[in-house]
């Protein structure tokens, strides 16, 4: 599976949007993007994926460009309780099945 | 949430004692994992089950067994625990599409072991 690049921390004011990057340059064509949060102490949960267009569901939104190098997570209006590391992950409908997690970032909102 | 649980959520044990995790799901999933988490590495694969009786390495898998005698339970056993092996483990269960083609892994809230 491709590996992932995100910024180590970001801070967000309560409200607004909350745009996190990744870059998953090496990614195939076979490979969906998968975001995962980790909220302090919980195990990982789920938020959304995608293979190359653009996803939203009742969580997030997601962003694909179109050469798929990169991707964006997009929380419309963060709040105190999405204060957590956010984990993109890329990778194949077949072989390996376990999820490669890296180290994330670690996204903070503020009052 | 999907429905699934581990117990126990906190076990403190002693070096060379056997110890068994348990992860029940209620959503009769195929695909069931075991992984641990520790600062520095991220969640690492210990094994997976791809149905009943099924099972198959992860990439840290020396030390630990697994089985799976029905579909809801997947157990995790550490034959002689070690301090390395304090960690929180966590179990996740794998959904897939009607096609087949995606594959989300659902996760369980984590059990956390501490080995003296």
């Known amino acids: 599976d491709a590996k992932t690049t995100q910024p180590p921390s970001m801070d967000c004011a309560e409200g607004r949007a909350a745009n996190l990057p990744c870059n998953h340059s090496?990614?195939?064509?076979?490979?969906?993007v998968y975001w995962y949060r980790q909220i302090h102490s919980q195990g990982p949960q789920y938020i959304i994926h995608?293979?190359?267009n653009n996803e939203t569901n009742e969580m997030a939104s997601l962003i694909i460009t179109e050469d798929r190098k990169s991707s964006t997570l997009i929380l419309p209006h963060a709040t105190l309780r999405d204060t957590a590391v956010y984990y993109c992950?890329?990778?194949?409908?077949?072989?390996?099945?376990?999820?490669?997690f890296g180290t994330g970032t670690r996204l903070t909102v503020i009052p | 949430d999907a429905g699934i649980t581990q117990s126990p959520r906190h076990k403190v044990t002693e070096t060379g004692t056997p110890v068994t995790l348990r992860c029940h799901q209620t959503?009769?999933?195929?695909?069931m994992y075991w992984y641990r988490q520790d600062p520095g590495h991220g969640l690492r694969l210990i094994h997976y089950?791809?149905?009943?009786?099924?099972?198959d390495k992860g990439e840290v898998s020396d030390g630990y067994s697994v089985s799976r005698s029905k579909t809801e339970d997947f157990l995790l056993t550490l034959e002689s625990a070690t301090s390395s092996q304090t960690s929180v483990y966590f179990c996740?269960?794998?959904?897939?599409?009607?096609?087949?083609?995606?594959?989300?892994?659902?996760f369980g809230p984590g059990t956390r072991l501490l080995v003296l």
């Open positions: 996740a269960i794998s959904s897939r599409s009607v096609a087949g083609l995606q594959e989300t892994q659902y």
């Open positions: 090496t990614i195939s064509g076979n490979e969906y």
């Open positions: 995608g293979l190359k």
């Open positions: 992950i890329v990778r194949a409908t077949t072989g390996a099945n376990n999820l490669f």
């Open positions: 959503e009769n999933h195929r695909y």
């Open positions: 089950s791809y149905g009943v009786k099924d099972t």
